[in-house]
């Protein structure tokens, strides 16, 4: 999977600012999502009216705090394993006064006891929800969606798909392990949201320009710290992670989706 679409960690994006290079410091969401398109989403949402929101693989959980800005009413609970990112979200929730709203913890959201919320977010998150390899995490993420989301509610789920079937040559550049069954094609995840309990109110998909923002952001921070520590010890193996990566993206943009789907429990 994509770093959009999974959990990878690595080692040097979790060094600390002071040690090594900065870490998505140039990103407002982690993943390809433009602030027209996540304003829209935020007004369906919050149109619904929810008052508890679940965030699950939150990261630090923008689209949660916009949605609690907008819905003075509602409370929080974003779930991930990140420490860093968690961090940030508290952060940014102090910053906004929405500390009393919601609680960032750390945790793993497979098998979650919380729930069920009126509103469950899950964007570029859904292995978060389940233990199976791709694709079959997709139906489960989607059976958990269902159980977690309590009656009347909503599920916003970001979640990637194949564009068009890639190539042998396209995977071999793509993550490591890349294969042509780790995403569904749009058609078919939407389907399988169906198949799992919910109707479809909104079917969109991240445009070239999100992605491009996304993935110039994802890097140029780090790009940035490179340019002016080209001694420093962790110089090389930041160089040749950001090359990596740049490869990888070189491979799968175009090929690779994102969807956010409005769900709404049949
Ligand atoms: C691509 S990021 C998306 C973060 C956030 N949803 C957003 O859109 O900004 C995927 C997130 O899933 C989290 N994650 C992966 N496995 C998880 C698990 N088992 N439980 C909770 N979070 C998990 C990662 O730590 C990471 O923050």
Redesign the pocket.
């Known amino acids: 999977m994509s770093?959009?679409?999974s959990?990878k960690?690595e080692n040097a994006e979790n060094a600390e600012p002071d040690d090594g290079p900065p870490r998505l410091t140039r990103l407002t969401?982690?993943?390809p999502l433009s602030e027209e398109r996540a304003d829209r989403i935020v007004r369906r949402l919050a149109g619904a009216a929810p008052r508890t929101v679940l965030?699950?693989?939150?990261?630090?959980g923008?689209?949660m705090l916009r949605v609690l800005t907008a819905v003075p009413e509602a409370r929080g609970v974003g779930?991930?394993?990140?420490a860093r990112?968690l961090d940030r979200g508290r952060r940014d929730a102090e910053a906004r006064g929405l500390a009393e709203r919601v609680e960032f913890v750390e945790e793993?959201?497979?098998g979650t006891a919380r729930g069920p919320a009126d509103l469950v977010l899950c964007?570029?998150?859904s292995?978060?929800l389940s233990a199976e390899e791709p694709p079959r995490h997709t139906a489960e993420a989607l059976r958990e969606l269902r159980r977690l989301v309590a009656d009347g509610g909503r599920v916003l789920l970001?979640e990637g798909f194949w564009q068009r079937p890639p190539t042998t040559a396209e995977l071999a550049g793509m993550w490591p392990g890349a294969r042509a069954d780790d995403h569904y094609d749009l058609a078919t995840l939407v389907d399988l949201a169906v198949a799992a309990g919910f109707r479809p109110e909104w079917v969109e998909t991240a445009n070239a320009d999100e992605w491009e923002e996304f993935e110039a952001g994802y890097q140029a921070d780090t790009e940035v710290w490179l340019a002016g520590h080209g001694d420093h010890p962790l110089a090389a193996e930041t160089r040749e992670r950001l090359d990596r990566h740049r490869a990888q993206w070189m491979s799968y943009r175009g090929v690779l989706g994102i969807t956010y789907l409005t769900l709404i429990p049949a």
């Open positions: 770093d959009v679409t959990t960690t969401f982690h993943g965030d699950l693989g939150c990261g630090w923008e689209l779930v991930d394993v990140n990112d793993s959201a497979v964007l570029g998150a292995q978060a970001g």
